[in-house]
């Protein structure tokens, strides 16, 4: 079969013990993803992936819990025929009363769950509607300072056409005061 590989060639590209590789395979099964032909089982080659992190996840002493977490939140689809298996196994291996007692626990721990993503989801609004009323007060602030500097413009502009003014005055004065001196010497 093109491009899917058998368990030797997952020993191969992982490098890890055979015996390890049928362990994960075992115990990480909903991750890795398989294809059936008649009794032979082939891995796709995504099963790879999986395997090189599980080995960098075992060397770092997480559990197969732990891992299995990781695995979920790294984006590592899981395969749903064998979540679903699994689910079948499990309610058909047990009595009525124990399947109960699990379905109820995990709604349980579905409910506890979901009661402190409520209180995350109530602290992140708190802190977005403290952020909002900063950036009121600062939105406040800056119409103050524009309009100051607005002010402190239209003041430049006037103190810039007194300058003028009194420039010309002075130039007019001097040239007056020219005119008055050649005057008393000349007589004109």
């Known amino acids: ?38 009794a032979v089982t082939y891995y796709k080659p995504e099963a790879v992936d999986v395997l090189n992190t599980i080995r ?4 770092l002493d997480n559990s197969k819990v732990q891992i299995m977490e990781l695995l979920t939140k790294r ?3 899981i395969t749903v025929e064998e979540a679903v298996a699994d689910v079948e196994r499990v309610i058909s291996g047990a009595d009525s009363r124990d399947t ?5 626990q995990t709604m349980g721990q579905a409910v506890v769950e979901i009661g402190k993503q409520d209180g995350r989801i109530n602290r992140i ?15 406040g602030r800056i119409v103050e300072t524009a309009n100051e500097v607005s002010e402190l413009q239209r ?10 003014e009194a420039r010309e005055e002075a130039t007019a004065a001097r040239e ?11 007589g004109k």
């Not at 007056?176 to 010497?185: E, G, I, P, T």
């Open 56 to 59: 960098e996840l075992r060397e």
């Open 176 to 186: 007056q005061a020219n005119k008055s001196v050649w005057r008393r010497l000349f």
């Open 1 to 38: 079969m093109d491009g899917l590989l058998r368990k030797k060639d997952l020993v191969e590209a992982v490098s890890v013990a055979k015996s390890t590789i049928a362990d994960w395979v075992t115990e990480f099964h909903v991750f890795i993803p398989t294809v059936k032909h008649g």
């Open 100 to 104: 109960l007692l699990t379905v109820m």
């Open 155 to 164: 003041v430049i502009g006037e103190m810039q056409r007194q300058l003028a």
């Open 75 to 77: 984006g590592f689809p």
């Open 125 to 139: 609004e708190s802190r977005v509607l403290e952020h909002v009323e900063r950036l009121d007060e600062q939105d």
